[in-house]
């Protein structure tokens, strides 16, 4: 059974920095990818960042040049955020994506609150 969970999460005052991680219970090699999503009050979840097996990455327009995700060993996952802005404020989860011939299949963590002060 794959299990994620993230820590991290804080308070923190704008232009601040934090590092989030995403510890699994598996080697995240298995998965065809990992991301980070983030859900404000009242709105939807978006995708932060991403990394595939291949080491692409992919980042949401607001948090580029600001966000970097990473693999820092065989089971976890981080997102180092720096010039934090009150907008990031939110849940951030833990992804992970694994396909199987033609179907994906998505795994979350229960999530690590942001939340940045201006």
Known sequence: QVQLVESGGDLVQAGGS???SCAASV??????????????PGKQRELVAAITSGDNTNYGDS???R??????NAKTVSLQMNSL?????GVYYCNAQRTVVTSRYD?????TQVTVSS
């Open 85 to 89: 802005k009150p907008e990031d404020t």
């Open 107 to 111: 795994f979350w963590g229960q999530g």
């Open 18 to 20: 934090l590092r989030l």
């Open 27 to 40: 080697n995240i090699f298995s998965f065809h990818a990992m991301a980070w999503y983030r859900q404000a």
């Open 63 to 65: 948090v580029k040049g």
């Open 67 to 72: 966000f970097t995700i990473s693999r820092d």
